[in-house]
């Protein structure tokens, strides 16, 4: 099967395949995975960022397959790489303990540890972590001080924070994953106090020795869909898994009121209700709460917007790159509210 040219957000006919495989039980199971066929090395298809989900998945269905019986060590070096990851953590977590900055995990280091059968299957390519607003120039020097360098354009004022709402550090060692500095959880909400709600209900977490916390799991899935229903040159399907597991995890003590009221609250409507029917369609969860953000309302804009957002820069039309530059000059003039 010829790898297509992923043009939205949302995952290819293989890559859909290749999800059914990873996160469904049984004949299901089988049956996608039978319909998919690659030679060599899961990236062939786009898939590489859900590869362990989708081996340890067919090891336990289906351990004689020929992908299985010819990557005996394929799992153990995920281990092995989330280890790396980890150790990084730690280093760059204690770093901001003993600089007295709280920090919150965000995204695939969060996950992996909260919602993911094991650490290992959650692919991570950089580490974010979410530190307060009031916090961030601390963070930032303790950072370089610890041995990190900031990547060019570092904010140097408070108003600087309204621009964007993370920052690369790269780590003092080549093989180190890069650190991904937060300090708003979400990029369209950069007010001084956008992140209030994310941090009062955040859960504590522990990430091999360092101690830090975790998006509640309400957040955790708003996060997971406002982050990953968008377009990126690199395929986007890790999102897919990231909610499965999050709605799979916590069946008996999710608030559906919580998290329509912070769906609403930072106008992301369209992507929930856009990822959850995806998700509901073709892995066959979440139906109840896409029953329920059904009823919110979304206006014209923001479905034009959100679906320039979930299209390949290639493929956006001229109207799509206005709603675009409207929707981010929304987003800065939002932020300079007091």
């Known amino acids: 099967m010829s790898q297509e040219r992923p043009v939205t957000a949302f995952p290819t006919e293989p890559e859909t395949l290749a999800l059914q495989a990873s996160l469904l039980d049984g004949d299901a199971a089988l049956a996608a995975w039978k319909k998919l066929s690659f030679a060599g090395t899961p990236e062939e298809v786009g898939i590489g960022w859900i590869a362990p989900l989708l081996m340890a998945n067919l090891k336990r269905l289906l351990p004689s397959d020929p992908w299985v019986l010819a990557n005996p060590h394929f799992l153990t070096l995920c281990d092995l790489k989330r280890r790396v990851v980890t150790q990084s953590a730690e280093t760059s977590l204690e770093i901001l303990r003993t600089a007295a900055v709280p920090t919150l995990a965000l995204k695939g280091l969060a996950l992996g540890e909260t919602v993911y059968p094991s650490p290992g299957l959650r692919t991570v390519s950089d580490l974010d972590i979410l530190v307060p607003v009031k916090d961030l120039f601390r963070a930032m020097e303790a950072l370089k001080a610890g041995g990190l360098r900031a990547a060019r354009g570092a904010p140097e004022t408070p108003a600087d924070l309204r621009k964007n709402h993370a920052h690369v550090f790269s780590p003092a060692r080549r093989h180190e994953p890069l650190l991904d500095l937060h300090w708003h959880v979400l990029a369209s909400a950069r007010r001084d106090d ?32 406002v982050h990953g229903v968008r377009w990126t040159r690199m395929p986007h399907v890790r999102w897919v898994a990231d909610v499965t597991m999050i709605l799979r995890g916590n069946q008996n003590k999710f608030s559906v009121d919580r998290f329509l009221e912070v769906t609403q609250r930072f106008d992301a409507v369209t992507p929930v209700q856009e990822g959850l029917s995806f998700v509901a369609k073709h892995i066959g969860l979440g139906h109840e709460l896409l029953e329920s953000v059904a009823n919110l309302k979304r206006s014209a804009f923001s479905r034009h917007a959100f679906k ?22 929304l987003w800065a003039r939002r932020a300079k509210r007091r």
């Open 194 to 225: 956008d992140d209030e709600p994310f941090w009062s209900q955040a859960a504590a977490l522990r990430i091999g020795t360092a101690e830090t916390r975790t998006l509640c799991p309400e957040d955790q899935l708003l996060h997971a869909l």
């Open 308 to 329: 320039a957002r979930a299209t390949s820069y290639e493929d956006r039309s001229v109207t799509d790159r206005i709603a675009l530059r409207v929707e981010t000059a």
